[in-house]
């Protein structure tokens, strides 16, 4: 009996409820090619021109990538991962390792096997759904004997294409390369992954927004995974992962199953970014300053624009962030303004509501911003805005030691957060906030620095651009203050300061006074009384008292702070309400301040509090009670004649019963004095104290 087909020829069809594609010889490739995502590769139109590093920059960090890699040595760590926070140019470094490798000529091979530049706003490149399939096509490119088996694959089972990721790495990689044989004597390929942390979509191509967190979580991580059974697999490829440190992405590289297998690298930390972002600014402000039609302005001077000042004010400003530079680059190189005045503009109008921060160029730094805020779980939104808040109302008040881990505790102590919700609300900024446990900051800087970039403070206070993630700097200061006065309410002379957040609120309670600008009358009264109802004085006793809590030596303490209670215009009390100076209540909180501070000054300056039974050395840290006592001098030698001579005694009697002691205090009196009209007041008012008794 003869057969019949009922489907010769046919392409397409089905039988029962299976589906099955047929796929010619000819069509294998092209048919791989449509389920690419073409745009994701180094050198695509989508991408042109590509981001690269500008000539003489990142040279450390490439040599660094360069060498891991070996060419026709194996590297031992299959994986290098790259990180660094936003700003500092990995897609520049990813992309221009790509054209560096590429353009060696000396080499029978190409060493780049394949690239993917994830992009968070673009559907074909924020998923995982098409890496697997565009990296076998770029490997079926580069690496000519792997090309029949890829296809094969394809001709043999077209469908795996709508299969896992998981099953199309197999299929597609995996079994093509265990066909060749002899994989160990194939020069080893290098595939970069760039912004992996830009891969926030699930296979699926719509989700709800409370979602989104969770999703792009699971897909960075899964990305990872599948690079993980590639090497698991010992294939002769190498892998070069470019992205923020993102907690999940973090934990993921340092889990016991990647740490054999990767070497990680800081840019943050390799080579000289700021050196390399200097070169980057003068390169480019030369660039543009040829273009300029008039090289030389009415009333500019001779030296060649912009001139050394502003290069350093604009490098000040990047902090050594290539994105920021290179936005206000674009910004002032606009064909349409003039980058004089659009330079000019940047630094003499203030940086929240300067008009060019307003302007296209910057769009992407701000959508940028926006993208990162908008990972966070919408539940978790509200808690984040208000913890940016209390962090910005309180810029310096933390010193380095701290960490910002700890401080971000002190801060839900304080606003009345339970503990750790702070950080768990902030988890998803890690690409803008230093949420490291290890300290982090400015070498030079005595403060704890939150923030990466300037830039993205500026961002958050500019409602124009910020939008819904605008932050009230105002409303973080009220929620401390009344935070710090609560804490407060319950202090004396014999309490324990054991809890972790009263250091703070000790120290820094005067300072969010002075920030806080009350919404109306009614407020700020409000605020008077709760100040009358504090014990002052054992508050400034206690704040002297030895902690562990480090202080920021630049701001002083409430003490110190307090000592302006005596000025007339300049007041602690009526600086934010001057009109109000009639007020019986502003009135007596002035003189209530004033004699706590002098009641204070008296107990701590009394030999007796520093005899047997007590410590035999200064209270907290002596350069700070120096900066207090220096200030009060002066402030009571000009506006309180009769609380001086008290005081003026009662520095004899400690000179006197304890020399040491007072001989330290005098030193870090005068440690502060930079001001030489202030020295020689102070050093006046000293004289008195040596001089015998009448």
């Known amino acids: 009996m003869s057969s019949v087909s009922y489907f010769k020829n046919a392409k397409h069809f089905v039988a029962n409820p299976t589906f099955n594609t047929y ?30 590093c500008h000539e003489g920059t990142r040279e450390v960090v490439i040599g660094r990538i360069e060498g891991w890699y070996g060419f026709e040595i194996p590297p031992e760590k299959k994986i290098m991962w790259v990180h660094a926070p936003a700003g500092y140019g990995k897609t520049a470094v990813a992309g221009t390792v790509s054209k560096k490798l590429e353009s060696r000529e000396d080499l029978d091979f190409n060493p780049v096997g394949a690239t993917f530049f994830f992009w968070r706003t673009s559907p074909e490149r924020n998923s995982p759904a098409r890496l697997i399939v565009t990296l076998a096509y770029q490997l079926a ?15 043999r089972n077209p469908m795996v294409l709508n299969k896992a990721l998981e099953v199309q790495l197999v299929k597609f990689i995996i079994e093509p390369f265990r066909l060749l044989g002899g994989l160990a004597d194939m020069p080893h390929r290098l595939v970069i992954i760039d912004g992996l942390d830009e891969c926030i979509n699930s296979d699926q191509e719509t989700r709800f927004e409370k979602q989104y967190a969770e999703d792009q979580e699971r897909a960075q991580v899964r990305v990872l995974d599948l690079i993980h059974t590639l090497v698991s697999h010992h294939l002769p490829l190498c892998f070069l992962i470019l992205s923020r440190p993102e907690p999940w992405i973090k934990r993921h590289m340092e ?42 302005q ?78 966070c779980p919408l539940e978790n939104r509200e808690t984040m805005i208000q913890v940016l808040e209390d962090v910005m109302a309180s810029e310096h008040h933390f010193d380095l030691d701290i960490g910002v881990r700890r401080a971000l ?35 030079e800087s005595d403060s704890l620095m939150f923030f990466y970039h300037s830039s993205f403070v500026e ?56 920030r806080w600008t009350p919404s109306d009358e009614a407020e700020y009264l409000s605020q008077l009384r709760a100040m009358l109802a504090l014990d002052l004085k054992a508050c400034f006793v206690r704040e002297c ?19 302006r209670a005596y000025h007339p215009l300049n007041n602690i009390i009526l600086q934010r309400k001057p009109y109000l100076a009639d007020e019986p209540l502003v009135g007596q909180t002035i003189s209530y301040v004033q004699s706590s501070v002098e009641e204070a000054f008296f107990l701590l300056l009394d030999p007796a509090h520093y005899s047997v039974g007590h410590d035999r050395t200064l209270p907290a840290s002596e350069k700070l009670m120096g900066l207090a006592l220096g200030t009060f001098l002066e402030e009571i030698y000009q506006h309180r004649p009769h609380a001086f001579n008290k005081v003026l005694q009662a520095l004899k009697k400690l000179r006197l019963e304890q020399a040491d002691l007072y001989e330290r205090l005098e030193q870090d009196i005068l440690y502060w004095l930079i001001d030489d009209n202030h020295r020689l007041r102070v050093e006046k008012i000293l004289k008195l104290v040596r001089q015998d008794d009448q």
């Open 23 to 52: 796929v010619s010889e000819g069509d294998a490739l092209q048919y791989l090619h449509k389920h690419c995502a073409t745009s994701a590769i180094h050198d695509s139109e989508e991408r042109y021109p590509p981001p690269l």
């Open 141 to 155: 490119m580069s690496i000519p004997e792997l090309l029949p088996r890829i296809e094969a694959a394809v001709k």
């Open 255 to 296: 889990s016991k199953s990647f740490q054999a297998i990767t070497e990680a690298l800081d840019l943050y930390q390799v080579g000289d970014h700021l050196n390399d972002v200097e070169k980057f600014v003068r390169a480019e402000l030369a660039r543009i300053a040829e273009m300029r039609e008039s090289p030389t």
């Open 298 to 375: 009415p009333g500019e001077s001779d030296e060649e624009w912009p001139g050394e000042d502003r290069v350093q004010q604009l490098m000040s400003r990047t902090g050594g962030h290539i994105l920021y530079a290179s936005t206000v680059i674009r910004h002032i190189d606009d064909p349409y303004g003039d980058p004089c005045q659009r330079l000019d503009e940047l630094f003499e109008s203030p940086s929240i509501s300067a008009p060019g921060l307003q302007s296209a160029s910057f769009t992407s730094l701000h959508e940028l911003y926006r993208q990162i805020m908008r990972s």
């Open 409 to 443: 505790t002190i801060l839900d102590r304080v606003s009345g957060r339970a503990p750790g919700r702070g950080v768990k609300a902030v988890r998803c900024l890690h690409a803008v906030m230093r949420l490291r446990d290890v300290v982090d900051g400015d070498p």
């Open 459 to 514: 961002f958050l206070l500019n409602p124009k651009v910020s939008l819904e993630f605008t932050v009230g700097v105002q409303r973080g200061t009220r929620r401390l203050l009344l935070g710090c006065f609560d804490s407060l309410s319950s202090m004396a002379l014999d309490s324990k300061v054991d809890e972790e957040h009263f250091p703070f609120v000790l120290t820094r309670w005067a300072m969010l006074w002075n």
């Open 545 to 563: 008292t030895p902690t562990g809590f480090q202080s920021s030596h630049r701001h002083g303490t409430s003490l110190h702070c307090c000592c």
